[in-house]
């Protein structure tokens, strides 16, 4: 397993290396897609939408809901179609049973932190695009580890609206 | 009740619909951080002021940002004093924020 090697000496190391071991048991579950009914509800009006308007699908990961509402507000008005999810495994159960296009994760929050979720993705998922966020002060670290674990993007959560949906959208559209 | 000076803060452009009740839930949230530092719970002030400073720039508010660091860094710290001053400013400072559209 080299991809690791990316990843720089800590306790998110360790964690990060136990975690691709656990992985196949940790994601597997049809158990899990049985569960959330609201998320059933958003892939049944997927489902009766012709393929050729549904909205491109991004899904928020952060267990901040104040700054999940500001991604919603900002995403909806610019014509996205957004999920949520209050930590990274139940992100991670979402990007497994719903077509998404676009992920944004937070990357720090209890029960999957960012990294662990960025490399879950990047195991399962090697194509849905990534963007990770964090806090303005002393978290550029987590951005860097992101980078290097294969985020497309890395932001701070205090920038600029206009450049949140920029950045979206300019992914979104390379897809 | 004495007066205050207020202060101006412009709502960040596709937000104006979200940013007053952001700022309510802020105004709550302040008795609830009281208490919390009378009950010396500095875990969750903590998890409150990392989401305060995550979140207070993103909806206009820089100072928000500046004071939820300093309250996550003493509730670190475990710093109550510290702690209760940066409450009295997070409160006088959401008393006097006064909101304009289009920033």
């Known amino acids: ?175 | 009740m004495k007066d205050v000076e207020p202060i101006s803060v412009k709502m960040p452009e596709g937000l104006e619909e979200i940013v007053p009740g952001y700022l309510d839930s802020r105004k709550e949230e302040v008795p609830t951080l009281l208490r919390l530092l009378a009950a010396s719970d500095f875990e969750r002030i903590r998890i409150a002021a990392h989401n305060l400073k995550g979140t207070g720039s993103a909806y206009g508010f820089e100072k928000l940002t500046e004071i939820g660091d300093g309250m996550e860094r003493s509730a670190r710290e475990a710093n109550a004093g510290t702690l209760r001053e940066q409450l009295n400013t997070l409160e006088e400072y959401l008393e006097r924020v006064e909101l304009e559209p289009g920033g």
């Open chain 1, 1 to 175: 397993m080299t991809p690791v090697n990316t990843v720089t000496s800590s306790s998110t190391s360790v964690a990060v290396l136990r975690l691709i071991w656990l992985v196949p048991r940790q994601i597997p579950a049809d158990e899990h897609l049985r569960r959330d009914a609201m998320q059933s509800a958003v892939l049944s009006e997927t489902a009766q939408i012709p393929r050729a308007v549904v909205p491109r699908t991004i899904l928020v990961i952060d267990d901040d809901e104040d700054y999940r509402l500001l991604v919603r507000t900002l995403l909806v008005r610019a014509g996205y179609r957004v999920l949520e999810a209050s930590n990274g495994l139940a992100g991670l159960r979402l990007v497994a049973k719903a077509r998404v296009d676009l992920l944004i994760t937070d990357m720090i929050m209890p029960e999957h932190e960012g990294v662990e979720t960025i490399l879950i993705v990047r195991h399962m998922h090697p194509r849905l695009k990534v963007v990770a966020i964090s806090g303005v002060t002393g978290c550029r670290e987590y951005l860097d580890m992101a980078d290097r674990l294969g985020a497309n993007a890395t932001l701070e959560k205090g920038v600029v609206p206009k450049l949140l949906v920029g950045t979206v959208r300019s992914l979104i559209e390379s897809c």
